[in-house]
């Protein structure tokens, strides 16, 4: 009998390792460019004391899958009640016939495809010099994004900047002691200035990296700004740079690019392309060591929903995986 499984996170969190979601929004970009998606789409709604982001969309092909993620952002949570502070689900179904196959713990898979995400974009517009890697923030997508760089760029050392020292000593230390190439922390102004990937990562809504930091040939993951105005760049950096985004059209509205679009400094029609048209070459990657590239990062169902295909595709026939018959 048919069941909608249920996965908490530790029934996948050793399951998978970063490749294997590299792999999953590789192939989710790709289906998107070829026009092979269920239709996107990206709700958000503020409340008394955070946010919601509810995404959807799908994936066709041999298997077609739809689905959701509702997330809420309350930042206070873990103080206040000792709980992540982003919390939600991912909801899977066979897009075939609706059935609900599955529902996910959200946060885990959020954060190993986001990364996994910039990781692909990384692997097309890294620079040809060799890889001094900046983290702007010390939370799970500092950790993740070292993480998922690592898999795609020779790394030959890593700064971190960010404005509680305390937290930006233990995070430099915690992972510096994970790795064998050095680890230091510096301020935002000099970890930018003397890094050529950049990863911005804070929840922040004014921004605090000047245009004047930014080296040429750098490439700058930009992932705090998801929802309306988040701001963590100048948005001269958008003006004067390639702009890659994840969803064209939600950069536009929530990502980086909202701000450069609203101060008039660029239209739509100056963002270079999509993440989907890198891995298929309908637009170029890196052609010299001048340029400047931004990835507009805003998070997509597609990423969430085939990350979450293919975990349950690996671990559906588990015994460790409990399931309930919703129409009994």
């Known amino acids: 009998m048919a069941k909608t499984l249920l996965f908490n996170r530790s029934s996948f969190e050793n399951q998978l390792d970063m490749n294997d979601y590299i792999q999953a929004v590789s192939f989710a970009h790709q289906l998107h460019a070829e026009g092979n998606i269920i239709e996107t789409n990206l709700i958000h709604a503020d409340a008394p004391n955070g946010e919601y982001h509810i995404k959807t969309g799908g994936i066709t092909g041999e298997k077609s899958y ?49 990364a996994a995400a910039t990781a692909v974009a990384a692997k097309y517009l890294q620079p040809q010099s060799p890889i001094h890697l900046g983290i702007i923030g010390y939370g799970n997508q500092a950790e993740a994004h070292i993480e998922a760089l690592r898999c795609v760029c020779d790394i030959q050392s890593i700064k971190i900047g960010g404005r509680n020292q305390q937290k930006l000593l233990e995070f430099t230390k915690e992972t510096g002691d994970k790795l064998n190439i050095p680890v230091n922390t510096d301020s935002i102004e000099n970890t930018c200035k003397t890094s050529n990937i950049i ?13 004047e930091w930014i080296q040429p040939g750098t490439f700058i993951g930009a992932i705090g700004a998801d929802s309306p105005g988040k701001n963590e760049l100048d948005p001269t950096i958008i003006q004067s740079s390639k702009v890659v985004g994840d969803i064209k059209s939600q950069i536009l509205k929530v990502g980086e690019s909202q701000h450069a679009i609203k101060n008039n400094l660029i239209t739509a029609n100056d963002i270079y392309g999509e993440l989907g048209e890198l891995i298929t070459g309908k637009i170029k990657g890196r052609s010299n060591n001048e340029e400047i590239f931004v990835y507009d990062s805003t998070g997509t169902a597609i990423q969430d929903i085939a990350c979450a295909a293919f975990i349950y595709e690996k671990l559906k026939d588990t015994p460790h995986i409990s399931g309930i018959d919703l129409f009994s």
């Open 199 to 211: 990863i911005s990562c804070t929840p922040s809504t004014e921004p605090f990296i000047k245009r």
């Open 66 to 114: 739809y689905g959701l993620k509702a997330n809420g952002g309350f930042f206070n949570n873990r103080n206040a009640y000792n709980l992540p502070n982003i919390l939600g689900i991912i909801y899977l179904s066979d897009a075939s016939n609706a059935y609900p196959l599955a529902i996910f713990e959200s946060s885990l898979i959020s954060k190993m495809r986001t």
